[in-house]
């Protein structure tokens, strides 16, 4: 096999996802720590100084930061085993993205890399990086095809680790640069994750190579058992701390061959038989996690500087199939409508935006807005794959967003089941809230800044409300101010909505479900 043909070879699949600088490169540093020697299933290529590659096998494992329980994404698989330019080799993959955010700030991060290495020495023969976040893809690659390596690189790295069970001394060349890589055990913890109940042993690593990325007490759970799977590893970055914790895991088999990069075969294992699944059953109730309940209708009086401008009602409509390209979905109909309008100006009778959710988490699945006047600004229609982070306009292009990205109308529902506590230090915020928001086209972050419960006076009466403010970061939209005020009841209704000199107060609410 040539050079050039390895690097005609197929990157492994993933999520998009993306985060600040920090995020970043703690993520980037701590993923081969986490998933060091995870493999060790299965058939396996092996050697006696070498490590352990389960071939056909893959490992997914999610990355939550602080109150962001999805912050990203990885995936590590052993393609296949066999001889490259002569030399026994096996062929590694792996993809890295992030989706969720942790400040305003914003870098997004698609990195793959591929690694054909050694099984007798465990050390890479061939090391191609790519990266997905310019405007073209940008790849380096390290061949040592003529000239053996001594030092690992961050993928080899993972199964020497895993072969010592998280301990030992071990050296890193990453970046130009040279590391001692050092893993020591430290006690017993028993770790939960998506994957299961694990008993486990956890141990501390240290390097330059994370200090110099601001990466402190950085620890990784293994397995007890004859495996020692690393299921779970936490360190620290700037004020936050981050989980990266075992999602699944793929077992699929393989027949020794000679890695071939273009393409490589995955075996196709037969289906497991389902059964047939119930009917579907339209209008079920909201699970008792939803602070609202199917067939809610709120009225809200408009008023524009003070002055009547009309009646907008909202309504947790139905819940129904709703048909996409690829299948029928369970989803929420949430939908706004101008029953009442004394200013055409701002907007007419019947206008009307629907958005179609998930009943179990509110993020939108399709919307369509169709306003005119001043309101005509919020007019859009479009799709959202929220598994892939990609927004669907409708004759447009495609967008790249972060997943649980929510548009106005789906986010005016979801806030409602928010933890947001005010900040004890006002001029410390730290309680504020982000959320990705799609509008115009393409989408912005959010920051929902809570303040503690306050009077306001609602259709005559004084009423205790939270003050929510909204930053957008569009210079346009925060001129406007957008405020809203959420009641203290369980239910946490919206009581009033401004923004600019429109106000919505809440006139009346009610509870049907139209058959």
Known sequence: MTTKSIESSKNLAGRRKFGR????????????FLLAGLMNFGSQVSAQDGAEFPVGEKLTYNISYDRFKIAGFAEIQVVAEGKLEGKDAV???SRFV???????AFFLIDQSRKVFASPASGLPLFVKTSKNTGVAPEETVRNYLGQPSRDHDLLTLIYQLRRTGGSGTFTLAEGGSLYTVTAQTLGAEKVATDAGEFETTFSGVQSEYLSERSITDMTINFTNDAERIPVQVRFKVGKGKFRIALAGIERAPVKASTPTPS???????????RPTPPPYVPNRPLSAEIPFTLGETLEYKVTDRGNPAGTIVFEAKERSLLQTPTTNRDSLLLQASVTRSESPLLFRSGDICSTWVDPDNLQPILVSAKFNGTFAALNQSARFDQDRGIAMPDGAQSVQMPVNTHTFQSLLYAVRSFNLKPSKDATNPVNDTRVSVFFSGSFSVFMLRPSNAQMINLR????PAQLITVITGDPRLDAMTPRFWLSNEPSRVPLRISFGSI????????NSIKK
């Open 503 to 510: 106000q919505l107060d809440l006139a009346g609410e009610s």
């Open 263 to 273: 393409p490589t075969k995955v075996p196709v294992q037969t289906p497991t038989p």
């Open 91 to 93: 062929e590694l993959s």
């Open 98 to 104: 992030t989706n969720e955010f942790v400040s305003a």
């Open 21 to 32: 600088f920090r995020f970043v490169a703690a993520c980037l540093i701590a993923l081969p």
């Open 460 to 463: 005559g009466e004084k009423v």
